[in-house]
């Protein structure tokens, strides 16, 4: 019986995001977080927010908080 091979994603998480973001426009992190889930089904939510806070610093993206628990991600380049 074969094993199932398993094959590395061609394109990284946050390049992932950025086009997500760049194809929808400004979106709550949940909804980004759902997106990114289900293309990389091994992302946790602190990697998640690590991505976040990594595109955030480099001026790629822009976070705010709309209330309590949520956030609005928008693509500044």
Same mark, same amino acid.
Request: charged share 30%; glycine share 6%.
């Given at each position: 019986?074969?094993?199932?091979?398993?094959?590395?994603?061609?394109?990284? !998480? #946050?390049?992932?995001m950025m086009e &997500?973001?760049k194809k929808k +426009? !400004?979106?709550? $992190?949940? $909804?980004? #977080?759902? @997106? &990114?889930? $289900?293309?990389? @089904?091994?992302?946790? #939510? /602190?990697?998640?927010? $690590?991505?976040?806070?990594?595109?955030?610093?480099?001026?790629?993206?822009? =976070?705010?908080?709309?209330?309590? +628990? /949520?956030?609005? =991600?928008? &693509? &500044?380049?």
């Open positions: 019986m074969p094993m199932p091979t398993k094959t590395w994603k061609t394109l990284p !998480a #946050y390049f992932t &997500l973001l +426009g !400004a979106l709550p $992190d949940s $909804d980004l #977080y759902e @997106a &990114l889930t $289900d293309e990389f @089904a091994d992302l946790g #939510y /602190k990697d998640f927010s $690590d991505l976040l806070m990594r595109l955030e610093i480099s001026g790629k993206i822009r =976070v705010t908080s709309m209330s309590r +628990g /949520k956030r609005r =991600v928008e &693509l &500044l380049s």
